[in-house]
């Protein structure tokens, strides 16, 4: 059985090879595009928010230069005398003019003049920073194709850049199984052949052991049979190569000829219940002193037999339970009798629900039962007194 499941084992696995290897190389290819498509993108996880600011910076590049130029306009217009400048510049002369004359007005004038520095300083860094604003559409370009690079890693892959990179781990482990971790089908066909062959050996070792059993076998049972008044019947056991299997490659099957001249038929096959309930009596009465079984049940095995049969049968039993414990179920008295033991079933039915029930039967109970299945249910004080006998023996 170690060797055939060793065998099952390899070519298992040389047909799913064989049959998947299409759908490895598949799979194999759509992971390595996986982690080419990942590490394509050579993914920052700090990258993502530099990206949308720079964005918006360059989406809102128009927008910021014509408010940088308004305001740059508004402080000091070459070409314009009303200027923010321009006036704090007539105020500012005016003011110092008039601090000339009286003291009392130097305060406005220098204020006046902070007031004027500190604007021209804001009017210069207005000219600087309208100098450096420039809208350039390939670099938004560039930005709008790696922002939807990696919107797509991410319906792909995971809702974050984390999530992505550790997709790609799973991927790359997946990848080195499928292309690392199994055999090729030429390797495999080579260990199925050694396989097969240590089978064989095994197989051929089994049969030889296995004939020379079923030659013991029909010898016993025909014994058997022969203690039952079967002693015409003839038992003999039959192979036929087969596949191989758990159990070897012959398949086994056991032929029954009842009567010289009828010819072997196969034991399923043999119609008589009473001869039937002998050979399988027979049968099991052989395979016990074999198996050492400690219980054996045996399930109406004296169907459709009678008499000096019954008896025969009901000794057989007694005999099979000297090695171990043996439950019978009957309805013959000869086999109930000779038991150490009797039980009691009982079914009883309510609505829709069954029940059975088992009790001991003392000894009284005992006498009685086997009168009833010797006389019917009009027990005579012979059927007792019968009965009695029986259990007496």
Sequence with gaps: QIKFEHYKKIRQALETRQKN??????????LQFQVEEIEAAEIDLKEDEQLQVRRAKLNNA???ADALNTAYLALDDDEEDFSSLSGIRTA??????AAEFDQDYQDLSDKTMDAYYLLEEVSTRLATAMDMIEFNPTELLQIEERILTLNTLRKKYGPELSDVLQSLEKIQLELSDLTGGTEDSESLEEALKEAQAELLVASEE??????AIAKELEEDIKKELADLYMEKADFSVKFESGKFSSRGNEQVEFYIQTNPGEGFK???????GGELSRLMLAIKSSFSRRENKTSIVFDEVDTGVSGRVAQAIAQKIYKIAQAGQVLAISHLPQVVA???TQFYIEKAST?????????????????EEVAKMLAGDDVTVEALAQAKRLLMK
């Design 21 to 30: 290897e299409q759908e490895f190389a598949q799979r194999i290819e759509v």
């Design 62 to 64: 128009k927008n910021i």
């Design 92 to 97: 500012m002369s005016e003011l110092e003019h």
């Design 206 to 211: 089994l049969n030889t052991a296995r004939h």
């Design 266 to 272: 196969p034991l399923a096959k043999t119609a008589s």
């Design 338 to 340: 000779i038991a150490d």
């Design 351 to 367: 609505d829709d629900v069954t029940t059975s029930t088992v009790r001991k039967l003392h000894l009284e109970e005992r006498i």
